[in-house]
């Protein structure tokens, strides 16, 4: 399955973003799907992730209240609604899909990522 993220951008501190990312090439139903960060110097980390229905979620505990992961499996998409971001959220976003159905928690059991999209929170 192919993977790309888009929607980032800059926003000021308290400001919010929603990240789309599009998959083609399987079922995306298959899957799956969350989304990870990766800040410079530091090492890739769990954001949210879906079970392939969409009733299962978890987040980090980081944005949890904050943010809102969504799939819609009729389109192929997985969005990431972020609400008061902060400048510790600024990171490259990446989508991801694991063949696992569950919600990924870890970048163990991820298959398939998409190039990430810059979400920079600065005033």
């Known amino acids: 399955v192919q993977l790309q993220a888009s929607g980032g951008g800059l926003v000021q501190p308290g400001g919010s973003l929603r990240l789309s990312c599009a998959a083609s090439?399987?079922?995306?139903?298959?899957?799956?799907v969350g989304w990870f960060r990766q800040a410079p110097g530091k090492e890739r980390e769990f954001v949210a992730g879906?079970?392939?229905?969409?009733?299962?979620?978890y987040y980090a505990d980081s944005v949890k209240g904050r943010f809102t992961i969504s799939r819609d499996n009729a389109k192929n998409t997985v969005s990431l609604q972020m609400n008061s971001l902060k400048p510790e959220d600024t990171a490259v976003y990446l989508c991801?899909?694991?063949?696992?159905?569950?919600?990924?928690?870890?970048?163990?059991?991820?298959?398939?990522w998409g190039k990430g999209t810059q979400v920079t929170v600065s005033s």
């Open positions: 991801a899909a694991s063949r696992s159905l569950a919600a990924p928690r870890t970048s163990k059991v991820i298959n398939y």
């Open positions: 090439g399987r079922t995306f139903s298959d899957y799956g």
């Open positions: 879906s079970s392939w229905t969409g009733n299962s979620q």
